[in-house]
C-alpha cells in the first residue's frame, strides 16, 4: 500500500513538474521573444549600422572615459525570467556594459516566468538600497504597487523588452517600433520571393500576444496598401510559442496550400520551426520564409536555406541599452536622453522621443546567411 | 530545563526544525546585519509568508489523509478571477467599499466550493485524491485561461488593494490572517474530534470506517478545510499583486509540498504538526530572502532547499531507527528481568 502511494506520489510529481515545465516554458517563450507595445513613434531616422561587437565596445568605453564619474551605482537589471538563451544574452549585454560604465549591474531574476516571485524579489532589492530598476515585467498590473514604492523612495524605474504600467517607470526601452518593424518584414519577403503577386501565409507564436498582433496588423495594412497583389491564403495560424508545433503547422500549411511561396513567420519559435520544415520538405528554394528568430537559433536554418531572414534585435544590445540609458538618467536628473544624442556605453545615435520612450532599433535588425 | 528535555522527548522533530531556523537566520543576519535584520526586510518577509505559508497548510491538511491537494494554486486564482470580473463591473467600480467585501468573500466562496467538488470526488465517490486534484487543476487552469485569455485583470477597487499592504502597528494585515489561520488549523486539527478523525483516516482508512467514524465526511470536510485556507492565500495575492491572473503563484505548488515534507508531514498520512509545516516555511523564507539579499543565484535557492529537506528526512529517520533500537534493548532488558 505504502509502496503505491510513493510510487504515484512521483508520478504525480514528475507530471506536475512537466506540467510546471509546459506552462513556464510558453509563457516564457512567448513573452521572451519579444514585446513591445509603442504609442508614440519616434521622429528617428533608421540607425541600422551593423558593428562588430569590438568596435561597439570599444566605442563604449572611449564615451564611458570622457563621461567620467558615474561613480558605483547599484543598477538592478531583472529579466521576466533567467533560465532562458533570450535572457541570457540580454544579461551578458547588460553586465557587460555595467563593467565599462563602472556601475555596479545585478542581473537576477526568477527561475520561472511566476509574477509573484519577480515582486518579491524586488521588494527585496529595494530594501538593499539600489539606484535604479530595469524591469521586463512577467504581468504589468502585478508590478505596478511596487514599483510605485520604488518611485516613491527615489528609485529611477525603467521597464524593458516588455513595457510596466506607464504611469509607474520613468523611461521605457523598446525593442523596436511595432509599425516599421511589421512593415520591415513584409519588405523583406518580397525581396526574399523575388516578385510580389502570389499566395503567402502567416505563422504566428499566438492569437493574443498584443506584439505579435500589432507587427501582424501593421504588415497586413502595409500589404492592402503597398503589394495589392499579395494574397494572404488563410487567417494567421498559431504555434503556440512552440518550434515543434511550429515545425508541424507549416508542413500542415504546405499541404493545405501548396501554391503559397512566402511565409511570414512571428515569435521567435518560428524562426528556425518553420525553417526546418521546408527544409524537410525540400522547399527552401521554392517557398521563402522571414521570421523571427534569435541569431544563434536560427543558424541551422539561415545555412542550409529554409530560413531566407531572420528579423529580431540582438539581445545584448537591449541588455546594453538598458543599462546605458539608466545610468545616463542617473547622472542627469532623470532626463530621458534626447534623439540623437550620445550616451556612455552605447555606440550609436539614441532613438529616442525625449520624453519617456527609447528605442534599441526602429526597425529590427535581420540575421541572414553568414 | 524539565521543558527542553520535554520538548526533546515530544516533539524532537521540531526542535530540530527550530533549530535549522535559527541557525539559518543567523547566519544570514550575521552576513549583513545592517540590511537583513532591518525593520524594512523583515517587514518584507512577513509581507511575503503568509501567502505561502497558507498554501502549505493547505496542502497539508489534504496529506494529513494520505491524499493530496494538486489544485490549491489554480484553484486560489480561479476564485481570485471570478471575482476580480464582480469588482470590475460598472457597479463595483461606483462602490469600491462593498465591491470590496463581496469581492474578498467570493474568492473565499468560490474556494469554498472548489473544495466541496474535490471532497465529493475524493470523500463519496472514492477516487484517489492525486487524480481528482490533478484534474481539477486542469479544469480550473482552464477556466481561468479561458475568461481571462491569459491575461491578468487588473484596476480592483483600492480598499481591496489595502487588505496586502494595510498594517496594524508594524505588523502587516496579511501575518495577522495568517497568524489566525494558524491558531485556527492548530484547534480544528490537532485538538478537536474531527481532527483526531483527520489523523486516523490517513493511519488506516479501512479501519476508521469499521470504527464507525464516517470517513467520507470527513474527508470531505478536509477539503473544504483545504479551501477555505487557499482561498484566503488567493485573497492575499489577488491584493498584494493587484490583479488576477491564473499563474499568479505558480511557484508555491511545488513549494508547498516541500514545505509540508519538510515539516514533518509523513506523506502516506496520519502524522504530522502544524507547527512543524510552519517551521519549514519559515525556514524556506528565510532562505529564500537571505539568499537574495546577498546576490546569490537564485537556481541555488532550489539546491539549498534540496539539501535541506534531504538533511531533515535523514535526521528525522536516524533518530527513527535510534528511538526503535533504545525501545528494543529496554524492553529485552525487562524481559531478562
Known amino acids: ?370 | 530545563m524539565k521543558f527542553i528535555r520535554l520538548l526533546r522527548e515530544k516533539h524532537p522533530n521540531e526542535l530540530v526544525l527550530f533549530l535549522i531556523f535559527v541557525i539559518l537566520f543567523a547566519v544570514m543576519a550575521a552576513l549583513s546585519p545592517d540590511i537583513f535584520l532591518s525593520g524594512a526586510n523583515l517587514q518584507n518577509m512577513m509581507f511575503q509568508m503568509p501567502e505561502f505559508g497558507l498554501m502549505a497548510l493547505a496542502m497539508m491538511a489534504a496529506v494529513l489523509t494520505g491524499g493530496m491537494n494538486l489544485s490549491i494554486i489554480n484553484g486560489a486564482t480561479l476564485s481570485a478571477i471570478l471575482a476580480a470580473l464582480l469588482m470590475t463591473t460598472e457597479w463595483g467600480k461606483a462602490n469600491p467599499l462593498p465591491a470590496a467585501v463581496i469581492g474578498t468573500v467570493a474568492i473565499v466562496v468560490i474556494s469554498l466550493l472548489t473544495g466541496v467538488l474535490n471532497g465529493v470526488m475524493i470523500g463519496y465517490i472514492g477516487i484517489v485524491a492525486m487524480l481528482v486534484t490533478l484534474s481539477t487543476q486542469l479544469v480550473f487552469e482552464g477556466i481561468g485561461l479561458i475568461i481571462t485569455k491569459g491575461n491578468s485583470i487588473g484596476s480592483l477597487p483600492a480598499p481591496f488593494l489595502a487588505i496586502g499592504s494595510a498594517q496594524i502597528g508594524p505588523v502587516p494585515v496579511p501575518m495577522v490572517v495568517f497568524a489566525v489561520m494558524i491558531a485556527v488549523s492548530y484547534f480544528l486539527l490537532e485538538r478537536s474530534k474531527w481532527g483526531r478523525e483527520v489523523y486516523m483516516i490517513g493511519d488506516n482508512e479501512t479501519a476508521t470506517r469499521f470504527s464507525g467514524i464516517h470517513t467520507k465526511k470527513v474527508l470531505m470536510l478536509v477539503y473544504v478545510f483545504s479551501g477555505l485556507l487557499y482561498g484566503l492565500s488567493g485573497v492575499l495575492i489577488t491584493s498584494r499583486y493587484c490583479s488576477a491572473k491564473t499563474d499568479y503563484g505558480s511557484s508555491y505548488l511545488m513549494q508547498a509540498l516541500t514545505a509540508v515534507v519538510m515539516g514533518g508531514t509523513d506523506i502516506n498520512g496520519g502524522r504530522g504538526t502544524v507547527a512543524g509545516t510552519i517551521l519549514a516555511v519559515m525556514i524556506l523564507q528565510t532562505v529564500s530572502t537571505g539568499f537574495t539579499i546577498h546576490r546569490v543565484d537564485q537556481n541555488l535557492v532550489n539546491i539549498f532547499n534540496g539539501l535541506i529537506l534531504l538533511f531533515v528526512l535523514s535526521v528525522r529517520y536516524i533518530t527513527g531507527r535510534l528511538i526503535d533500537i533504545k525501545k528494543i534493548r529496554a524492553r529485552q532488558a525487562t524481559a531478562e528481568n
Not at chain 1, 116 to 131: C, H, P, R, S
Not at chain 1, 185 to 197: A, F, H, I, N, R
Request: hydrophobic residues 40%; glycine residues 10%; charged residues 20%.
Open chain 1, 1 to 370: 500500500m505504502k509502496k503505491r502511494v510513493v510510487i504515484s506520489l512521483f508520478l504525480a510529481a514528475a507530471m506536475t513538474l512537466q506540467l510546471a515545465g509546459c506552462g513556464g516554458s510558453k509563457t516564457s517563450s512567448s513573452e521572451a521573444s519579444e514585446g513591445a507595445t509603442s504609442e508614440a513613434a519616434p521622429a528617428a531616422s533608421e540607425t541600422q549600422t551593423e558593428g562588430s561587437a569590438a568596435e561597439e565596445s570599444a566605442a563604449g568605453e572611449a564615451s564611458g572615459a570622457t563621461e567620467t564619474a558615474a561613480g558605483s551605482y547599484n543598477i538592478l537589471v531583472m529579466p521576466k525570467l533567467t533560465n532562458i538563451p533570450y535572457f541570457q544574452v540580454t544579461g551578458e549585454g547588460a553586465l557587460a556594459a555595467g563593467e565599462e560604465l563602472g556601475v555596479n549591474v545585478i542581473y537576477d531574476g526568477p527561475t520561472t516566468a511566476d509574477a509573484a516571485q519577480q515582486v518579491t524579489m524586488i521588494e527585496n532589492y529595494i530594501t538593499q538600497g539600489i539606484d535604479a530598476i530595469c524591469v521586463a515585467p512577467n504581468d504589468p498590473e502585478a508590478m505596478k504597487t511596487v514599483l510605485q514604492k520604488a518611485k516613491d523612495q527615489g528609485i529611477l524605474v525603467i521597464d524593458w523588452d516588455t513595457q510596466a504600467d506607464r504611469s509607474v517607470t520613468d523611461a521605457s526601452v523598446y525593442n523596436v517600433v511595432d509599425k516599421e518593424f511589421g512593415e520591415h518584414m513584409v519588405d523583406e519577403l518580397v525581396e526574399k520571393m523575388g516578385t510580389d503577386s502570389g499566395d503567402i501565409a502567416i505563422i504566428t507564436g499566438g492569437l493574443s500576444a498584443a506584439n505579435l498582433n500589432a507587427w501582424i496588423k501593421a504588415g497586413t495594412d502595409y500589404i492592402a496598401e503597398k503589394y495589392p497583389n499579395l494574397h494572404i491564403v488563410t487567417d494567421p495560424i498559431a504555434s503556440n510559442e512552440s518550434q515543434d508545433e511550429a515545425y508541424a503547422k507549416t508542413k500542415e500549411l504546405m499541404t493545405a496550400y501548396p501554391d503559397v511561396i512566402g511565409i511570414l513567420g512571428y515569435s521567435s519559435p518560428t524562426g528556425p520551426g518553420c525553417g526546418k520544415a521546408l527544409y524537410d520538405l525540400g522547399l527552401q528554394d521554392q517557398v521563402a520564409l522571414v521570421a523571427n528568430g534569435l541569431e544563434d537559433d536560427c543558424q541551422e536554418v539561415l545555412n542550409n536555406g529554409g530560413l531566407d531572414t531572420a528579423c529580431l534585435w540582438s539581445c545584448d544590445k537591449l541588455g546594453r541599452l538598458a543599462v546605458a540609458t539608466a545610468v545616463a538618467m542617473l547622472e542627469n536628473d532623470g532626463q530621458v536622453p534626447a534623439d540623437g544624442s550620445a550616451i556612455a556605453g552605447w555606440a550609436e545615435p539614441v532613438i529616442s522621443d525625449g520624453e519617456h520612450d527609447v528605442f534599441l532599433t526602429s526597425g529590427g535588425e535581420d540575421f541572414e546567411k553568414k
